[in-house]
């Protein structure tokens, strides 16, 4: 499979605890894009990377929210000190983007990581 | 402030029929806009980008049509099909890297 995956697939977490989800894009793609998503409402944009560069970070993305990419391959999104409002699927995307060029074209998803925050 | 809107109603139509889904925008100058698919619990699926230089974009079954001076961009699926019920998400990108997307519009094609 070639696609972009996350893991996990679900997360139950009590309120307080830490939680990191694994992104691993499509291998020839440089650009890495975190989302998040709650029912009924569109992605909502969190942070992206080109290579191991993090280039946008969202004013939504609290102090509790970090994003790495260490190596310019997979990417890492951990939430600390989870609230219930945390709670929401996490989306993560990846595409070929030209760097210093235009916009990426389309973005591939993977299937996302929901998390629960009792 | 800059705002997407989908069409705030989910829609229903009869197989055979033309869906068409709106997406208008306000306060971007998007250098293009694309469609996706989102069926429930899984990621979105890219369908169709169109560029703010192009009128209109066809890909089998769908059509997208772009308008920057009405700042809207109308999507046709022709001879829906039950299997085309979807929630369809457009995204606006302004060549700063991100894509930033709509809250969606659900279709139901009744047989």
């Known amino acids: 499979d070639t696609g972009v995956s996350q893991d996990p697939r679900h997360k139950i977490t009590k309120r307080g605890q830490n939680v990191t989800f694994r992104c691993d894009p499509i291998?020839?793609?440089?650009?890495l894009y975190w989302y998040r998503q709650t029912l009924g409402q569109g992605p909502e944009f969190l942070t992206y990377?080109?290579?191991?560069?993090?280039?946008?970070k969202s004013r939504l993305l609290s102090d509790r929210f970090s994003a790495e990419r260490p190596k310019g391959s997979f990417s890492t999104l951990e939430i600390q000190r989870t609230e219930q409002g945390d709670s929401a699927m996490y989306l993560c995307?990846?595409?070929?983007?030209?760097?210093?060029?235009?916009?990426?074209?389309?973005?591939?998803f993977g299937e996302g990581s929901r998390l629960t925050v009792l | 402030s800059q705002k997407i809107e989908q069409n705030s109603e989910a829609l229903n139509i009869q197989e055979g029929k033309t869906a068409t889904l709106t997406c208008n925008y306000t306060n971007y100058s998007p250098a293009y806009l694309q469609w996706y698919r989102q069926d429930p619990g899984r990621g979105p699926v890219f369908l169709l980008l169109?560029?703010?230089?192009?009128k209109e974009k066809r890909k089998e079954r769908l059509k997208v049509t772009f308008d920057t001076t009405l700042k809207q961009s109308l999507f046709h699926i022709t001879a829906s099909q039950p299997a085309d019920s979807a929630t369809y998400l457009c995204?606006?990108?302004?060549?700063?890297?991100?894509?930033?997307f709509g809250d969606g519009t659900t279709l139901t094609v009744k047989p």
């Open positions: 169109i560029r703010e230089n192009e």
């Open positions: 995307a990846s595409s070929s983007g030209r760097q210093g060029g235009d916009g990426t074209g389309e973005l591939f």
């Open positions: 291998s020839e793609h440089n650009r």
């Open positions: 995204a606006l990108n302004t060549n700063a890297g991100k894509s930033t």
């Open positions: 990377f080109q290579n191991e560069a993090q280039l946008e």
